[in-house]
């Protein structure tokens, strides 16, 4: 059972864009939610989170956007960057629990056209 | 320079034949783990330390091993490796603060034939 889900396997932007990457998640238990970004032959590497105590948090280009009642979060990259293209994978936390393990999405490609 | 590393970056290998890729951490961090990528299941946790000999199952624990005996070396073996092993392999790393974020190696490709 895919507690994070990422429904959307691709995505592709033209330079300049706006970039919306969605994520859902079905642990109401979840209360820590992160975004990692992961080039070939790399490992991910972190980009931003949230606290479900926050709707938005926002670094740079990068906004996170978090609902949940509706157990959703989204993450806007304005503008979007060649250098962006990338897997990006969302991730949750239940921060009570006794591992405190990621969990994650399945990911999502994101093509950045210049 | 604040890094988590894995050796071997790449492995083939043949049914059976036991192997072990080492990862190692220099941020003295307590939380250790270990990841599998594979297509269309995203990274799925293998087995954690909360710190020295305190090891214990992820999500996809069966065939695999760990040990924590120093804080820095977190070792994933694979007593005796199967095709259904093949996969991307990341080890991570992160301190015990609410905010901290985990550091993953750069992964080790492992093929089983």
């Known amino acids: 059972d895919q507690q994070v889900k990422q429904n959307s396997p691709s995505l592709s932007v033209q330079e300049g864009r706006i970039s919306i990457l969605n994520c859902d998640y079905t642990?109401?238990?979840?209360?820590?939610f992160l975004w990692y970004k992961k080039y070939p032959a790399e490992g991910p590497t972190f980009l931003i989170s949230?606290?479900?105590?926050?709707d938005k948090n926002e670094d740079g280009r990068f906004t996170v956007f978090l609902n949940k009642s509706a157990k959703h979060l989204s993450l806007h990259i304005v503008p979007s960057q060649p250098g962006d293209s990338a897997v990006y994978f969302c991730?949750?936390?239940?921060?009570?629990?006794?591992?405190?393990?990621?969990?994650f999405g399945k990911g999502i490609t994101l093509s950045v056209r210049p | 320079e604040a890094q988590v590393t894995q050796n071997p970056r790449y492995l083939i290998t043949v049914t059976g034949k036991k192997l072990t890729v080492t990862c190692s951490q220099n941020?003295?961090?307590?939380?250790m783990s270990w990841y599998r990528q594979d297509p269309g299941l995203g990274l799925r946790q293998i087995y954690y330390?909360?710190?020295?000999?305190?090891?214990d199952k992820g999500d996809v624990p069966e065939g695999y091993k760990v040990s924590r005996k120093e804080k820095r070396n977190f070792p994933l073996i694979l007593e005796s490796p199967s095709p259904n092993q093949t996969s991307l392999y990341f080890c991570?790393?992160?301190?015990?603060?609410?905010?901290?974020?985990?550091?993953f190696g750069p992964g080790t490709r492992l093929l089983v034939l």
């Open positions: 949230i606290s479900s105590i926050k």
């Open positions: 330390s909360m710190n020295v000999e305190v090891t």
């Open positions: 991730a949750a936390i239940e921060t009570t629990g006794a591992n405190s393990k990621l969990t």
């Open positions: 941020m003295n961090h307590e939380y």
């Open positions: 991570a790393s992160r301190g015990t603060g609410l905010a901290e974020t985990q550091y």
């Open positions: 642990n109401s238990m979840f209360d820590y």
